[in-house]
């Protein structure tokens, strides 16, 4: 069961079927797309968007996760956080690592509010009293906005590396207090 999570602004719970239309609407955002994977690609359908929430829904575990970060006062979303084991380079498809990523996507719309920061620290902060012992973070080189909010929940870079996604990505890590 994915645990629910909340932070003084956010509540960060599971997906919902009633959340499509926003999943559509965040990743068929070139803006929103750009850096993510090998070949960045916009969602170009719906029913991709479908099929999006259920494989988000179907990450059911009670430490790592795949969440709809939603405003604490009106419920609706504002983008996704994950915590969960990193795709290792390689032969497609990609095999999860024993590494456990922690990741971002926000809708432009809630950008440049402290959202993606105070989501993450709180995934975190989760994923440590879980007792995970290391979390790691891989971005485009040209994504500065997502290295900024590695660097405000405290990870620390570590140069880049080619081990994850088949892409050459800045890794960052952070270890458990
Ligand atoms: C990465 C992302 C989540 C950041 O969202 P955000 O709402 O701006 O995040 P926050 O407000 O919590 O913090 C952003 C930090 O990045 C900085 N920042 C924002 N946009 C920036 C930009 N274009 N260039 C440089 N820094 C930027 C902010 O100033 C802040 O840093 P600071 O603490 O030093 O002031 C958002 O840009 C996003 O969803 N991008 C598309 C998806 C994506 O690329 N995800 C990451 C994949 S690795």
Known sequence: MTAHITTDRLALRPWEDSDVDFVYDLYSRWVVQRFIGAEPAVMASR???VDRVERFMALDHPVHGIWAVTGKEDGLPVGTLLLKPIPASGEEPLEPSSDVEIGWHFHPD???KGFASEAAAA???HAFASGLAQVVAVTNPANAASQ???RRIGMEHQGRTKKYYNAECE???IGAP
């Open 123 to 125: 995934v975190l902060e």
């Open 110 to 112: 809630h950008w440049g």
């Open 148 to 150: 900024s909010v590695c």
């Open 171 to 173: 890794l960052f890590v």
């Open 47 to 49: 029913s991709e968007a």
